[in-house]
């Protein structure tokens, strides 16, 4: 039982480089999110897809890309990395329970670096 | 504005000790509220909900509490492992547009 995989768990980038997080879930959930975690901050989120076929912004989108690609897979694309973005990044799936949304299940998140 | 604030930031205690950990919202109008644990180097893991009716659960030595009049949740830790060291992490969900709200987390270190 998978759950959520991330990859790469590690990347150092050169400023300006693109790059693509791929996030995989194994649970059929419908709903995907991607975060991203700085020290003395909380998750905050970036994207997220509620269902496959659709995404939207979250709290910091700028920088960003998105790309549902079915049920299973969410990724999350830098085109032109910045410092800024060097943080962990965080993919989450959850499904609705009742009127709302079930518990998240998170990868391990990517560590990544931007010089 | 919705916020979600935890306290404190970190804290030591000695193996076997109980602790209690706070978090404190303005999230409204509220659904439910988690507690997840974040080992280093790992995603959060979700330990428990409650929802608006739920004062107290409790999952293993985790016990959780929520005043829903007040906006505050608590999570006590009984007789804390080595194991137990960890970032706790309230996570509040908004009832309409199904949004999460995350504080910034406690980290607990146990020591032997």
């Known amino acids: 039982n998978a759950g959520v995989t991330q990859t790469p768990k590690f990347q150092v980038l050169k400023t300006g480089q693109s790059m693509t997080l791929q996030c995989a879930q194994d649970m059929n959930h419908n709903s995907m999110y991607w975060y991203r975690q700085d020290p003395g901050m909380g998750l905050r989120l970036i994207y997220y897809?509620?269902?496959?076929?659709?995404?939207d912004k979250g709290e910091v989108p700028n920088g960003y890309n998105v790309s549902r690609l079915n049920k299973r897979e969410f990724s999350l694309r830098l085109e032109s990395a910045a410092p800024s973005q060097t943080s962990v990044y965080f993919c989450?799936?959850?499904?609705?329970?009742?009127?709302?949304?079930?518990?998240?299940?998170f990868g391990d998140g990517t560590r990544l670096s931007i010089l | 504005k919705n916020q979600v604030e935890q306290s404190p930031q970190s804290l030591i205690i000695l193996e076997g000790k109980n602790c209690t950990l706070q978090?404190?919202?303005?999230?409204?109008?509220?659904?439910?509220l988690r507690w997840y644990k974040q080992d280093t180097g790992r995603g959060p893991v979700s330990l428990t909900i409650m929802t608006f009716s739920e004062n107290t659960k409790s999952n293993g030595r985790y016990t959780a509490t929520l005043d829903a009049d007040t906006k505050q949740s608590s999570l006590h830790i009984t007789a804390s492992q080595l194991s137990d060291s960890a970032s706790y992490i309230c996570v509040v969900t908004r009832r309409t547009g199904n949004q999460f709200y995350f504080g910034t987390g406690t980290s607990l270190t146990v020591i032997p």
């Open positions: 897809s509620a269902s496959e076929g659709t995404t």
């Open positions: 989450a799936s959850s499904e609705a329970v009742g009127a709302g949304p079930g518990p998240q299940h």
């Open positions: 978090c404190n919202y303005t999230v409204s109008p509220f659904s439910n």
